[in-house]
């Protein structure tokens, strides 16, 4: 349960902050706050809690650890608020909204704490009410940047508390705990009863997430492992075309009927009446060459699969094991550092797409840094014609060119990744990058090209969202 208008007041009393200095503001998740506050020469640690029914203002002696990824809300608090002297710490009438007046030698602002389980909130605004940030936005409330928030104080009489101390009173420990402080006494509640609560939430969400995303990963596993019991018959098409070649003579009526030299049954074969002998089995022998290509990408993409779902697992066991509540929450958002932060042994964005790695630079640092140091002279580079963008490259693979499928992969993302996208549609050329020359005093990263050849596309949805996914997937495997 949060605490009630009775308890609050309690708390406030002995917080006696009036005089002190916010050193600085924490937010280790989104519904809490930590403001670590010199008081007559200590230094104390103020938790702020808004997750519904744990709603509390106290003291703590909990060790809070910080958000590897800084919050909206923090950032602001930290530029505007952070460093403050409080002037003053009142609740209004008995809303269970705490009021602190805060403020330097040139500015003074007002945060607003309310403590309402079903609405809770954290409000900075001007000595006018206007919002400068909130810590949930709500736009339906006017709870926004820019909003007005003046809460209308009613003046509370001595019939009213006693009513509200009867309905709502404050709640009693042991008489072990006599002597204590009513911070302690909640601060110790809270952690040892909320943290179970808050626990079994967390552990249910990460259950969902994990279920969710299992799900996903283990069907997109399924699929490519029946592909590749589908390519494993590629033998038999081989067969085919040597059973054309040598019994082909005997064909009637686009059919050929002949026996198996290798089993002695008997085999029925269906020809295209259009076309030769030969090249009916070069028809076979095609599919075959494909499908043995086919085979070597799809190896690669089902180990890149199996080590995603091995990544999620850990993940998820990692989750069960933790201990901390506040840091469970920051895992289960399960993308506490941004992508920028992402280790990567090269600059740009990376796929691994079918066997095929392809190198995206979206700016000019990125190209440069791609050219000097990562593609080398037989990798293939793509980029726009008559448009600013990014430049996409193939990693070659020896004894093999480039399939049209990837080469379509790399155009889409050349096209994304310029200003071309809103079009959704670009001339491309591409050419290896030993035929790229750098522009004599150029800007960086830029180059020019020779044997170029010219590609159309057209933006492919289904080809992005693919490959959306496959940057996801590799990403999870680079966090572990």
Known sequence: MSLNCNELNVIIQELDLPGSF???????????????????????????????????????????????????????????????????????????????????????????IRLWSGAANVIVTEEDGTILDCMYRRPKRGEVSGGTFIPQVQPVTEEQAAEALRKFPVRTFGEEDEGRSFNELIDRYYSEHAVTLSRESLLQQAEKWYNVKHSKMQGALERLLEKQRQFEGADSLRHTGDLILSYGAEAKDGFLDCTD???????????????????????????????????????????????????????????????????????????????????????????????????????????????????????????????????????????????????????????????????????????????????????????????EKNLFVKLDSDKLRKLDELEKAQESIWRT
């Open 22 to 112: 916010i050193q600085e503001i924490v937010q280790p998740g989104f519904d809490t706050l930590v403001f670590r506050i010199i008081r007559k020469g200590a230094l104390n640690t103020l938790l702020i809690c808004t997750s519904a029914q744990s709603c509390r203002l106290c003291w703590t002696k909990t060790r809070v650890t910080k958000n590897p990824k800084p919050l909206r809300f923090n950032e602001f608090l930290r530029s505007h608020v952070q460093g403050m002297r409080i002037n003053s710490c009142e609740q209004l009438g008995l809303d269970r909204i705490v009021k602190l007046d805060v403020s330097t030698w040139q500015q003074r602002y007002f945060l607003y």
């Open 261 to 451: 030299y290798d089993t002695g049954r008997e085999v029925h074969i269906r020809l295209d009446p259009a076309l030769s002998v030969q090249e009916n089995a070069a028809r076979y022998y095609d599919e075959y060459k494909k499908a043995v290509s086919g085979m070597e990408a799809l190896q690669h993409d089902i180990e890149l699969s199996r080590r995603a779902i091995s990544a999620l697992d850990a993940e998820y066991q990692a989750m069960l094991e933790e201990k901390s509540v506040i840091r469970m929450e920051q895992m289960l958002r399960h993308d506490t550092a941004p992508r920028q932060q992402v280790e990567k042994s090269h600059a740009g964005l990376h796929y691994e797409i079918d066997g095929w790695t392809l190198l995206v630079g979206r700016t000019a640092n990125e190209n440069d840094e791609l050219l000097r140091h990562t593609v080398r002279g037989s990798d293939m580079w793509l980029h726009t014609r008559d448009y600013a963008g990014g430049y996409v490259f193939i990693k070659a693979q020896k004894n093999k060119s480039v399939p049209l499928d990837i080469l379509l992969y790399a155009g889409n993302l050349a096209v994304y990744h310029s200003k071309a996208r809103q079009n959704g549609k670009a001339d491309l050329y591409y050419t290896q990058v030993k035929y790229l020359r750098r522009a004599k005093n150029g800007p960086k990263g830029l180059v020019l090209p020779t044997h």
